[in-house]
């Protein structure tokens, strides 16, 4: 069986071209979404991270 230069949609793992990121819009979609709740994770844990450095330094004993 030849190997026909291709790649797999990044969300389903469907075989598509390899120009292409996706399958299809619905899962370009999905991995746009993703990123964005990743991203507000990332930045949720920046904060309480941040929030708990002022709490350290707030209630340090000097
Ligand atoms: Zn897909």
Known sequence: MPVVPHRHCIVCGKAIEPEKKFCSNECEE??????????????AMFGLLFILLLMMLLFSPR
Do not use: A, D, I
């Not at 999905?30 to 930045?43: A, I, V």
């Open 30 to 43: 999905t991995m746009k979404r993703e990123q964005k709740r990743q991203r507000n994770f990332t930045l």
